[in-house]
């Protein structure tokens, strides 16, 4: 079964959980033996952008040591032949341009996402 | 402190969840490296903050071992504005809606906190400089 996970919730609970839960899903799940492609659409197309980074969190004397990295997240989904998409309406809206963003990110239009959608066996909503 | 102010929060979000979170306990440090009173009520599932089972674990994705992880864990961010507050003169009197408690069963907590109820937390607005309350949405 190959599934297409449409990720647009972005950001959530990224410095508590050190990563993207769904990201970290996807990752897990390609260990598991999924078949699944990936399409970042809203906010989540800030995910592939090279530039990002997180200084380390302090909460009083609690320092954290492990920042989360979204963009190497997804270079490592498109390392294990995952395909990896970004809605390129999504992109313009925020202002990123190609050359800002990580290498192996397939463009998708909005309009396009239908017929990506029918080449899947099912479509999951993150 | 000439300066000193007493700030309410009111926090919903349960962990790991958002990154309103995050915002909230840092703005909660803030306050507490200026040793500010600082008075937290946690509603809904905000008061598994300060759960005292909250535990540390390996991640294999991430190819590391439960001390290369050092996850965060929202108990200790409380533990750790709690210390901060006295250190600079402040204190943080953090409540858990008693009610929200026992819905979720999350009675263990982390030394410091206490239950109460609503009427808590209108008594820590009305007795201070301002109050932020940070919704769920």
């Known amino acids: ?126 | 402190m000439k300066d000193k102010k007493t700030l309410t929060f009111m926090l919903m979000d349960a962990p790991f969840e958002n990154a309103r979170t995050t915002t909230a306990m840092r703005l909660i440090d803030i306050a507490a490296r200026r040793g500010y009173d600082i008075n937290v009520f946690a509603y809904e599932g905000a008061v598994y903050l300060p759960f005292a089972a909250q535990k540390q674990h390996a991640n294999a994705v991430h190819g590391h071992d439960v001390v290369q992880e050092d996850h965060p864990l929202p108990r200790e961010w409380v533990e750790a504005v709690v210390q901060e507050a006295a250190k600079n003169g402040g204190r943080v009197d953090w409540v858990n809606c008693g009610l929200c408690v026992d819905e979720r069963g999350a009675v263990d907590t982390v030394a410091g906190v206490r239950r109460g109820s609503p009427a808590d937390f209108w008594k820590m607005a009305t007795s201070s400089d301002n109050t932020l309350v940070i919704a769920t949405k």
């Open chain 1, 1 to 126: 079964m190959k599934t297409l996970n449409i990720i647009e919730t972005a950001y959530r609970a990224t410095l508590e959980e050190q990563d993207d839960p769904v990201l970290w899903i996807m990752h897990a799940l390609k260990g598991a033996g999924a078949e699944q492609g990936v399409v970042l659409r809203a906010n989540a197309v800030n995910y592939t952008v090279k530039a990002q980074g997180v200084p380390p969190l302090a909460i009083g004397a609690r320092r954290q040591q492990q920042g989360p990295r979204l963009a190497e997240a997804v270079s490592g989904l498109i390392g294990k032949g995952v395909e990896v998409y970004a809605v390129s309406d999504d992109l313009t809206e925020r202002g990123l341009q190609s050359e800002e963003l990580i290498d192996g990110i397939k463009m998708v239009r909005k309009a396009d996402l239908p017929a990506l959608c029918g080449g899947y066996d099912q479509v999951w909503h993150w």
